[in-house]
């Protein structure tokens, strides 16, 4: 009896465990760069669109900070910027409403990679600490890749790169190089499938009225009489906000939900320098002699004044 006693009570424990971190466990927002990863060898395809494109269909603006020229084998700083209203809300999978996720993708030249932790100084680490950036693949350490991560702290994300060295890798040159950015915030509307997700307007299937809408709680049906005499269903994914009423006369393709998206992709692109320290001290030289010689003129123009009016005043 006491051995059943014991037993009881561990199962209730369970249960109140159980329930208590299923309530207060934060909703996760899933994004697709696995998928990504596993279906492109190249996130950038030969007409210059990154792959991200095909899952995010709506289009946001993306903006990159980075410097014009590099010193080789040195650490420096891009900053990739997702703006969004922190205050929208989507659908996550489950049906439920989360803050928007972001993510981010940097195409950099050959020899260009994320800069190592022993090569980062104590303000990059810090702002660095909390996004964890890695390879799109083993053999393209070169492309990086950042997220699904929380929005609300991460509309910038700070990549620390290391430029190459022309003089250890005899395939990277003093050269201006393209550098490819694409970034994205909430769900895709699309599985690699080709499926829907739950972050779509959903449309009718037929033509004809609605004789019944039923929310069972985990999905939507919608009853509809089609001008065949034919009495077919539609199911709508739980959470979507749905616009039609019974009775309703409509027509196929027509929206039977708001739109539910409120993310979207972005890409940009800029270029940059892989300067020559040489060309660097060559310049610095060019313009010292400017100077001297210049000074030189001055003075000469000078002394060749004085000398006219001494000779004016003899």
Known sequence: MLQKLHKLSFAKNFISLFLIFITFKPQCSYAFPIYAQQAYENPREANGRIVCANCHLAQKPTQFEAPTSVLPDS???TVVKIPYDVKQKQIIGSGQKG????????????????????????EMKKKTKSVFITPYSPSKDNILVVGPIAGEKNQEIVFPLLSPDPKK?????????????GANRGRGQLYPTGEKTNNNIFNASFSGKIQEIKDNGKETEVRILTNDGDLKSQTIPKGL?????????????????????????????????????ARIYG????????????????????????VQLAELDF
């Open 169 to 181: 890798d005899k395939n990277v040159f003093f050269v201006k190089y393209p550098l490819y950015v």
């Open 75 to 77: 650490v420096f700083e």
């Open 99 to 122: 803050g928007l996720n972001v993510g981010a993708v940097i195409i950099l030249p050959d020899g260009f990679k994320l800069a190592p932790k022993n090569r980062l100084d104590s």
């Open 283 to 306: 310049y610095l030289a060019f313009c010292i002699s400017i100077i001297l010689s210049q000074a030189t003129l001055v003075f000469k123009k000078k002394q060749f004044e004085k």
């Open 241 to 277: 906000a749905v616009i039609i009423k019974e009775n309703q006369i409509i027509t196929q393709d027509q929206p039977l939900t708001e739109n539910p998206n409120v993310g979207g992709f972005g890409q940009t692109e800029t270029e940059i320098v892989l300067q020559d320290p």
